[in-house]
C-alpha cells in the first residue's frame, strides 16, 4: 500500500494566533507531505509495504530502519497532530479524560503545567505526549520522530515541539506557541483515543 497526505481537519486560516495559515502551508504542505512521499520510496518493492502504519513503524523501530521509522512515524505523528487542533476548543477536556486528569494530577491547572514544562523544556526536535496505559495517564517527552508506539502507549494527546512547527509565528518564543496551543485542542479527539 501507498500513503496520502490527509487534509487537514479544520480551516487553516482559524488558528492563528496558534499557527498561521502560512505555517499550515509549510508544515502539512512540505514537512507532512515530504515525510509521506519518502515513506512511500522507502517501502516500496518491501515487506513494510504490506503492513499498517502501526506495524510499520514497530517493526522499522526494532529493525533500526531509520529512513522507514522516520518517515514512518513522522506520517503517524503530523495526522495524529493535526487531529488534536480544533478552531472551536473547550477550555477542559470532559468526561473520563477530565477524571483520569484529577487522578493523575490533582486538577487540570496542574496537569497543564506539567505539559506546559514539559514543552518547554524539550532539548531540541521532539513530540510532548499524553499517553494512557492500564488506564494511567503519563506525560512523555519524546526525541525527534520518537511516538508512544514503540513503547505499548497509547497517543491521547501530542504537540509538535520542532522548530517548523512554531518558527514563521513564533520565532524563538516557544512558549508563546506553547500558550496558544491551550486555546485550540480538539478535547473530543483526544476523549476519542481513551
Ligand atoms: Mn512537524
Same mark, same amino acid.
Given at each position: 500500500?501507498?500513503?496520502?497526505?490527509?487534509?487537514?481537519?479544520?480551516?487553516? =486560516?482559524?488558528?492563528?494566533?496558534?499557527?498561521? @495559515?502560512?505555517?499550515? &502551508?509549510?508544515?502539512?504542505?512540505?514537512?507532512?507531505?515530504?515525510?509521506? =512521499?519518502?515513506?512511500?520510496?522507502?517501502?516500496?518493492? %518491501?515487506?513494510?509495504?504490506?503492513?499498517?502504519?502501526?506495524?510499520? !513503524?514497530? @517493526?522499522?523501530?526494532? *529493525?533500526?530502519?531509520?529512513?522507514?521509522?522516520?518517515?514512518?512515524?513522522?506520517?503517524?505523528?503530523?495526522?495524529?497532530?493535526?487531529?488534536?487542533?480544533?478552531?472551536?476548543?473547550? *477550555? $477542559?477536556? *470532559?468526561?473520563?479524560?477530565? *477524571?483520569? !486528569?484529577?487522578?493523575?494530577?490533582?486538577?487540570?491547572?496542574?496537569?497543564?503545567?506539567?505539559?506546559? %514544562?514539559?514543552?518547554?523544556?524539550?532539548?531540541?526536535?521532539?513530540?510532548? +505526549?499524553?499517553? #494512557?496505559?492500564?488506564?494511567?495517564?503519563? $506525560?512523555?517527552?519524546? @526525541?525527534?520522530?520518537?511516538?508512544?508506539? #514503540? $513503547?505499548?502507549?497509547?497517543?491521547?494527546?501530542?504537540?509538535?515541539?520542532?522548530?517548523?512547527?512554531?518558527?514563521?509565528?513564533?520565532?524563538? &518564543?516557544?512558549?508563546?506557541?506553547?500558550?496558544?496551543?491551550?486555546?485550540? $485542542?480538539? +478535547?473530543?479527539?483526544?476523549?476519542?483515543?481513551?
Amino acid at each position: 500500500m501507498s500513503y496520502t497526505l490527509p487534509d487537514l481537519p479544520f480551516d487553516s =486560516t482559524q488558528l492563528s494566533p496558534f499557527n498561521s @495559515k502560512q505555517t499550515f &502551508e509549510y508544515h502539512h504542505g512540505k514537512h507532512h507531505a515530504g515525510y509521506v =512521499t519518502k515513506l512511500n520510496n522507502a517501502i516500496k518493492n %518491501t515487506p513494510y509495504s504490506e503492513m499498517n502504519l502501526e506495524n510499520v !513503524i514497530l @517493526k522499522a523501530y526494532q *529493525e533500526n530502519n531509520k529512513a522507514v521509522f522516520n518517515n514512518a512515524a513522522q506520517h503517524f505523528n503530523h495526522s495524529f497532530f493535526w487531529n488534536c487542533l480544533s478552531p472551536n476548543s473547550k *477550555e $477542559i477536556p *470532559e468526561e473520563t479524560l477530565d *477524571e483520569l !486528569i484529577n487522578i493523575e494530577f490533582g486538577s487540570f491547572d496542574n496537569f497543564k503545567d506539567k505539559f506546559t %514544562t514539559a514543552a518547554n523544556t524539550l532539548f531540541g526536535s521532539g513530540w510532548i +505526549w499524553l499517553t #494512557i496505559s492500564n488506564n494511567k495517564l503519563e $506525560i512523555l517527552q519524546m @526525541k525527534d520522530a520518537d511516538n508512544p508506539i #514503540i $513503547i505499548n502507549k497509547t497517543p491521547i494527546l501530542t504537540l509538535d515541539i520542532w522548530e517548523h512547527a512554531y518558527y514563521i509565528d513564533h520565532k524563538n &518564543e516557544r512558549t508563546n506557541f506553547i500558550n496558544e496551543f491551550w486555546k485550540v $485542542i480538539n +478535547w473530543n479527539f483526544c476523549l476519542s483515543n481513551i
